[in-house]
């Protein structure tokens, strides 16, 4: 998952957002269409809203088809055509007639291409005002984000920026044994060299308390990855970069709850209520939020602090930020790439 905060002025009704959404449905690929992506039904029911809210939290679910054309199979093609060329005139295309070549056979290609689909669940807590993205991929993110702002008007975000790095509080949980208070460090981690060897270790099912370990971040080598648990309750993987991957609720969870409690709801209502404390405690870990740009907004409106400070917020009074910017001018997202695909049932929420 990627974490973002939105600017405090923002404020919108579910209907609006539906209203949006609605405007970017997904369909698959046509004949000759590379990528097709757009906004389908959380629950999976056709002709479903777009935008469901359970216990106040609403979940959106993203979208991606895209052609699978081997690019040997492409060149093959192309090979034919300038072949057949030049068999017909005596001479080689140019560079020029190559492109159009290449073109050519893609779009004679794409007809028989087989197609792959990945999705993404996106969660909006309008409460703590999170923007939380199930995805690890930074380029992905940056394309749902992109869209969001520019549909979503006033929409303003930034990612999660702590005070610690999560690098240096993984480096020193793991030296000092010392976990933040509430988690506790569980049996995997990765210690990646910051010299031009890039030299790694990994441990998995193995305990990480071990004088080797800390031997390794003496000689320089810092944690990329750390697996924890917060609270007997989630255990997940924490990266430098401050995504959480491998989400996993444990049995304490489901305490309670009957064995044929399922579905939508349920499934939601239970991942949703333990990340929405799991993540404040994890920001709180790495010795709070910065305070700059959309996070210091949201500090000072939690604060009762009657302005904000200037530029960091977006209200129906004050121009929208630029598009792909939040509210500082800062870029917040990176060119659109293709998402990798990935399987739905995995998915945290």
Request: aromatic content about 6%; glycine content about 8%.
């Amino acid at each position: 998952m990627i974490v973002y905060r939105i600017a405090p002025q923002w404020e919108v009704e579910l209907t609006q957002v539906e209203e949006v959404l609605a405007k970017a449905p997904f369909t698959e690929c046509g004949a000759t269409q590379e990528k097709s992506l757009g906004w389908v039904p959380p629950r999976g029911e056709a002709h479903g809203p777009l935008a469901e809210s359970v216990g106040g939290q609403w979940i959106l679910r993203f979208m991606v088809e895209s052609k699978v054309l081997p690019g040997s199979v492409l060149a093959r093609k192309v090979k034919e055509k300038a072949e057949r060329i030049e068999q017909e005139t005596g001479r080689k295309p140019g560079k020029k007639e190559s492109k159009e070549l290449k073109d050519e056979a893609k779009l004679d290609l794409l007809p028989m291409a087989f197609t792959k689909q990945g999705s993404m669940w996106v969660w909006i807590d309008t409460a703590s005002r999170l923007l939380v993205l199930d995805t690890s991929s930074q380029g992905r993110a940056d394309e749902v984000v992109t869209l969001l702002v520019e549909s979503l008007p006033g929409l303003s975000v930034s990612l999660i920026n702590t005070q610690t790095s999560p690098q240096a509080a993984m480096a020193h949980w793991l030296k000092e044994q010392e976990p933040p208070v509430g988690f506790t460090v569980d049996r995997e981690c990765e210690l990646k060299s910051a010299n031009e060897e890039k030299a790694v270790v990994r441990y998995a099912r193995h305990p990480l308390d071990i004088e080797e370990v800390q031997a390794h971040i003496d000689a320089g080598k810092l944690p990329t990855k750390l697996a924890l648990t917060w609270d007997d309750r989630v255990s997940f993987m924490l990266t430098e970069g401050l995504q959480i991957k491998k989400v996993a609720f444990l049995d304490t969870v489901f305490e309670g709850t009957k064995a044929d409690d399922g579905g939508f709801d349920t499934d939601v209502a239970i991942a949703t209520g333990e990340l929405v404390k799991l993540i404040p405690d994890l920001i709180e870990a790495l010795g709070g939020e910065a305070e700059s740009g959309v996070a210091s907004a949201a500090l000072a409106a939690a604060a009762g602090d009657g302005a904000a400070p200037a530029g960091a917020g977006v209200s129906a009074a004050v121009p929208a930020p630029p598009k792909g910017k939040d509210v500082s001018g800062r870029s917040i997202t990176g060119p659109a790439t293709a998402p990798v695909d990935t399987d739905p049932d995995s998915a945290p929420f």
